[in-house]
Nanobody
Framework: QVQLVESGGGLVQPGGSLRLSCAAS????????MGWFRQAPGKGREFVAA????????YYSDSVKGRFTISRDNAKNTVYLQMSSLKPEDTAVYYC?????????????????WGQGTQVTVSS
């Protein structure tokens, strides 16, 4: 089993920045692709970004490309999401997810482990 714990969420003004962290514990050697998803009130879960284990290749949704940066520190078993130029529409609960297969996927159902989520609110 793998446990994922997100942190770093909060309230930020439009145009501001936040950095989310996701600490993994347990059988972390088995996890490969790491991703971030979000869910806004009344909406479905949305893919945000992902990063592979082997080469650190990154993937982004069009809505965050150029504003968000995903990274990982395999030695610390931690994945980060640096969010900049935040907009009110970025408001959501952000979830960290881990996939056993080191292949790209935007489909949440293909991820094997999930964190509890951290709230990000962008508002003036």
């Amino acid at each position: 089993q793998v446990q994922l714990v997100e942190s770093g969420g909060g309230l930020v003004q439009p145009g501001g920045s936040l950095r989310l962290s996701c600490a993994a514990s347990g059988r972390t050697f088995s996890t490969s692709m790491m991703g971030w998803f979000r869910q806004a009130p009344g909406k479905g879960r949305e893919f945000v970004a992902a990063i592979s284990r082997a080469f650190g290749r990154t993937y982004y949704s069009d809505s965050v490309k150029g504003r968000f940066t995903i990274s990982r520190d395999n030695a610390k078993n931690t994945v980060y999401l640096q969010m900049s130029s935040l907009k009110p529409e970025d408001t959501a609960v952000y979830y960290c997810a881990a996939r056993l297969m080191d292949s790209y996927s935007t489909y949440g159902g293909s991820y094997d482990y999930w964190g509890q989520g951290t709230q990000v609110t962008v508002s003036s």
